[in-house]
């Protein structure tokens, strides 16, 4: 691979030091900024008030629950278990009879 022409790597270098200040002025007021759905616009708004819009946007769908604790060790618990069966018995074939909720 060539090696960037001296304008190029200037550029690149002014590029990034303008990303970094805006980088830095978006985190000092506490801005995020994010992509809209379509079209590829930008949109700059308070941390807080992307919180409210994703608050809001639970309670309008209803499609997210909110667990009241982690489900991870009960998971690794029952994978651990099934694991340890299948390796008690290699030589045996198992056929699924029908679907199991984690």
């Known amino acids: 691979m060539a090696p960037l022409p001296f304008i190029e790597h200037v ?14 002025k978006l985190k000092k007021n506490q801005l995020l900024l994010r992509e809209t759905d379509k079209g590829g616009n930008l949109y700059v708004a308070h941390v807080n008030e992307f919180e409210e819009k994703a608050i809001e946007y639970r309670m309008k769908t209803g499609a997210y629950e909110e667990l009241s604790s982690s489900p991870i060790e009960e998971i690794l618990s029952k994978v651990t278990r099934l694991l340890n069966d299948l390796h008690a018995k290699p030589n045996q074939i198992y056929t699924r009879t029908k679907t199991q909720k984690a």
């Open 11 to 24: 550029r690149a270098q002014r590029d990034l030091q303008t990303m970094k200040l805006i980088r830095r």
